[in-house]
């Protein structure tokens, strides 16, 4: 039994649009929150180049996966009404890949596809103290995902009729395209934790005894669940694309705005950590003025790291150009001398 008998391509779209339109009203709701913690913060720390980028292109995502829905929901009822009583109905109306509806789909998704990676190349030079040399390889990466991308789209849209997307001449397109995509979302995502590892080493030195290590932790983990979740959901793509099976529309339609909730979910979680963690240490360092010993807590960023005791000598000199107050220390308490004379008081 073939996989169009056993899930048909209509069934198959059907379950698409209902999944994609449920993780777009997630992502909505998450993109609504990180717009509230982008501007919340940009109130309390001034204006942010990053926040700014974030905010750039978090809407982006947002607007192209409201495109991209949007065109699904056409599609939908030129397919399910339109075409119902056509010969081949509903199943003829999606096998037919060169539609301007499917192209312009397509197109934004590469188009989403390349606006998280390129962030994620960003965030990679970012992390790497503006190195460009660290960009070489995932820049190389990312122009070979949009060529491919892209090309793949050129390809549908010149498919004669009748092709479908398994066809011979997309098929290399096609598995490019999502093979590199997955590897520049690994590579940098290893490149940046390893950074960040590198960097905790190189300060574990300067770190009194006992101090909380594990803050840089809190970012690596939630960098990797998020390439975690993108590249589970990227691997099922490909893998269903390699089997030839409908289900890859299902997870094709339903990627489009979960990069956009992996990316908010990102925004959030570091968003609402930074924010907690100011109100707490209210918006900067607090030190105890109370004086202790190696017990001592200093709070930076949320997190308590105790102080090492250090030993001050201090040495006072004086010089006085008046004259001698031995006579006026040793005075009697009902006497008063003339200081600014220097005279000794008298009996």
């Known amino acids: 039994m073939s996989d169009e008998e056993t899930f048909p391509l209509a069934r198959a779209e059907l379950i698409a649009l209902f999944l994609e339109s449920m993780i777009f009203g997630a992502f909505t709701v998450l993109y609504a929150i990180a717009i509230w913690i982008l501007l919340y913060r940009e109130k309390l720390r001034g204006a942010s180049t990053l926040n700014r980028m974030l905010f750039g292109t978090t809407t982006v995502m947002w607007v192209l996966a409201v495109a991209h829905l949007a065109i699904d929901v056409v599609r939908a009822i030129e397919g399910f009404v339109v075409w119902a009583d056509k010969p081949g109905g509903t199943n003829a109306f999606y096998a037919r890949i060169s ?31 503006r190195a ?54 690994l590579l940098a995502t290893f490149l940046i934790a390893a950074r960040i590892m ?9 770190r009194a005894s ?13 960098m990797i669940q998020s390439a975690a979740i993108y590249s589970a959901a990227l691997a099922s793509l490909l893998g269903t694309y390699l089997a030839g099976s409908n289900a890859q529309y299902v997870c094709l339609d339903a990627l489009q705005p979960l990069i956009g909730v992996v990316f908010t979910l990102i925004i959030i979680r570091v968003g609402l950590g930074y924010t907690m963690n100011d109100t707490v240490s209210g918006g900067g360092a607090a030190i105890s003025d109370r004086a202790g010993g190696p017990g001592q807590l200093q709070t930076i960023g949320g997190h308590a790291y105790p102080l090492q005791p250090v030993a001050i000598n201090v040495s006072v000199s004086r010089t006085h150009d008046r004259a001698s107050f031995e006579a006026y220390d040793h005075k009697d308490g009902h006497v008063v001398s003339d200081v600014e004379s220097g005279k000794a008081p008298s009996d």
Request: proline share 3%.
């Open 198 to 206: 590198w960097s905790n080493r190189r300060v574990r030195q300067y």
């Open 132 to 185: 460009w040399w660290i960009l070489c390889i995932p820049g190389v990466l990312l122009l070979a995902t949009a060529i491919a991308g892209y090309g793949a789209c050129v390809e549908i849209g010149l498919a004669k009729e009748g092709n479908a997307i398994f066809a011979d001449n997309l098929q290399p397109w096609i598995r490019a395209f999502f093979s590199l995509s997955l590897t520049t979302n």
């Open 210 to 222: 006992g101090a909380a290590a594990g803050s840089h932790w809190e970012v690596i983990e939630t």
């Open 99 to 129: 539609d301007p509806t499917e192209v312009a789909k397509n197109v934004l998704y590469i188009t989403m596809t390349l606006v998280a990676d390129s962030f994620v190349s960003y965030r990679l030079f970012i992390v790497w103290n």
